[in-house]
Each structure stands twice: as structure tokens, then as C-alpha cells.
């Protein structure tokens, strides 16, 4: 599994970099890989997730702003 090295921090948009070595055996699912951001020093904890479980998920995501234009044009989906 394919961990970065660095990530765009959420909070400031400066690189964060990763402070979890990676393990002998590679990253597993579940395993958490920590990241300190450069610009606002925030320390991000983050779990590896299973990539087809995360595409399943993302597809199945409620989308507010759908949801929101719906409303607005009075499309109720039912």
C-alpha cells in the first residue's frame, strides 16, 4: 500500500509531513500514520483505510450540496 510522504494540511494548506516510519512489513489496513504540518504545526492522525471499502463508501456518500439544489429547485426525489 502506497503511504505519501507528505499530505496538504486541511487547516492551512502548507505540506504536512509524515512522522510514522513505515513498517518492515508495509501499511496494513487499521494502521495509523501520523503527520505534522509544516506551516501551523497541527499533528494529523490518520488510519489506513482499505482502498475498495473506501470507494465503496465514497459512492454511497449523501451529497449535501445535491441535496441542497434539489430543495431549492423542488425537485424532493420522490
Do not use: K
Not at 18 to 27: A, I, Q, S, V
Amino acid at each position: 500500500m502506497d503511504i505519501p510522504a507528505t499530505i496538504t494540511c486541511i487547516d492551512c494548506g502548507a505540506d504536512a509531513h509524515r512522522l510514522t516510519p513505515e513498517p518492515e512489513d508495509g501499511w496494513e489496513v487499521g494502521d495509523i500514520v501520523a503527520y505534522r504540518c509544516a506551516g501551523c504545526l497541527d499533528r494529523w492522525d490518520l488510519v489506513v483505510a482499505d482502498p475498495e471499502e473506501s470507494a465503496r463508501s465514497e459512492a454511497a456518500a449523501f451529497d449535501l450540496r445535491q441535496w441542497l439544489a434539489d430543495r431549492q429547485s423542488g425537485n424532493t426525489g420522490a
